[in-house]
């Protein structure tokens, strides 16, 4: 069974910054495209970043380019998200997400394997 756990949420104020991990199994970690996607109270899940399956290449929403930072550690099969210069508007539950294979999609419904999310939270 793949498990994702994702820590590093919590309370921020504006142009603040946190840290998420994504831990994942070693075969998954190597076998999978992994992203982070978010979700506001009353909107959709959206993308918010990925990583090629190589790890070469990076992907990041508009509202979120320049400011946020995907990145993976290959000793801890941890995918990280920077979030630097903190918005309100990027209060949300984040979640990382996997799918096996070297093909990156931007819609939630592409990926097989979910984390149990966590909030991140953007005070003004």
């Known amino acids: 069974q793949v498990q994702l756990v994702e820590s590093g949420g919590g309370l921020v104020q504006t142009g603040g910054s946190l840290r998420l991990s994504c831990a994942a199994s070693?075969?998954?970690?190597?076998?999978?495209?992994m992203v982070w996607f978010r979700q506001a109270p009353g909107k959709e899940r959206e993308f918010v970043a990925g990583l090629s399956w190589s790890g070469s290449s990076t992907y990041y929403a508009d509202s979120v380019k320049g400011r946020f930072t995907i990145s993976r550690d290959n000793a801890k099969n941890t995918v990280y998200l920077q979030m630097n210069s903190l918005k309100p508007e990027d209060t949300a539950v984040y979640y990382c997400?996997?799918?096996?294979?070297?093909?990156?999609?931007?819609?939630?419904?592409?990926?097989?394997?979910w984390g149990q999310g966590t909030q991140v939270t953007v005070s003004s």
């Open positions: 070693r075969r998954t970690f190597l076998s999978s495209v």
């Open positions: 997400a996997a799918k096996s294979g070297t093909s990156l999609q931007y819609g939630s419904s592409w990926y097989d394997y």
